[in-house]
């Protein structure tokens, strides 16, 4: 706290405002959410209480009047009250640095700095960056939050962009939230097929999304039926073929056909 009269801060003396002798506060605020900058002075008799931006010198405020044309700024002050507030709405990254709260007195300029640090949460999907799994098989994906000062009310899942939370078209599809520190989500799809194959990503208000590549190809019996098709399908057309009437181009193309569509089936691709 201030007392301009006596120059004291907190009980010690506070030199003439300058760059060599400025006390730094550290306050750190979370991306999207208010920040209260606190500056305390007793004693101030006509004095205002001015606020600047620190990095442009620009000033903010100045007893109650805001001097930005953002909106985001102003001043709190109940009545009677030594706490002269900047308060920064929706804090965004380049807010970030120095602010200055400082007291023109007859005496000099007293200040101090008040450094504010925004924090972005990240979003983090559990595991490596790709997922691959069988058809008819379970998807399980949990995401964290992580870095977050205040835990996110809800944390929304996509597939390809679309969102899933809500989506009983498909059915089979659950998402849980724990509220625990930290704050985790998880997707749980049953019963997988090809077209749960795709991108999904999750994210919350004001964080750093995560996302995650999920691979679904046929089960092991239809890859055995396909290889099984393989070699008794139009392979063994084409053998009578080189035995009996020669090379034919029509046999060599559908056996071709043939090879394509089992690869396709190996691979998870729809045909």
Not at 70 to 93: A, N, P
Not at 194 to 216: E, L, Q, R
Request: glycine share 10%; proline share 3%.
């Amino acid at each position: 706290m201030w007392d301009p009269g006596k120059g004291s801060l907190l009980g010690h003396a506070v030199a003439n405002f300058g760059l060599e002798n400025v006390t730094v506060i550290n306050q750190t605020a979370q991306l999207g959410s208010t920040a209260f900058l606190h500056c305390r002075v007793r004693n101030l008799a006509h004095q205002h209480v001015s606020w600047l931006r620190r990095r442009d010198y620009h000033l903010l405020t100045s007893g109650l009047h805001t001097y930005s044309r953002d909106e985001r700024f102003g001043v709190v002050r109940s009545e009677d009250s030594d706490d002269w507030t900047l308060q920064i709405k929706f804090v965004q990254r380049r807010d970030e640095g120095p602010y200055e709260c400082q007291v023109s007195t007859r005496t000099g300029r007293y200040g101090y700095l008040v450094n504010l640090d925004v924090v972005v949460p990240e979003a983090m999907i559990a595991g490596s960056a790709e997922r691959h799994v069988q058809s008819g098989s379970t998807i399980s994906l949990l995401c964290i939050i992580q870095g977050s000062l205040e835990a996110p009310q809800f944390i929304l899942w996509y597939h390809n962009n679309q969102m899933v939370n809500y989506d009983q078209s498909r059915g089979g599809t659950t998402v849980t939230m724990d509220h625990q520190d930290p704050t985790t989500s998880r997707l749980t799809i049953t019963t997988a097929t090809t077209k749960d194959t795709g991108n999904y990503t999750c994210s919350a208000a004001n964080t750093v999304p995560a996302s995650i590549n999920v691979f679904v190809s046929q089960g092991k019996g239809d890859k055995t039926a396909a290889i099984q098709r393989l070699g008794s399908g139009s392979w063994g057309v084409m053998g009578s073929g080189w035995g009996g009437s020669g090379f034919s181009l029509c046999l060599l193309v559908v056996w071709w056909q043939e090879v394509v569509v089992v690869l396709a089936v190996l691979l998870g691709v729809p045909t």
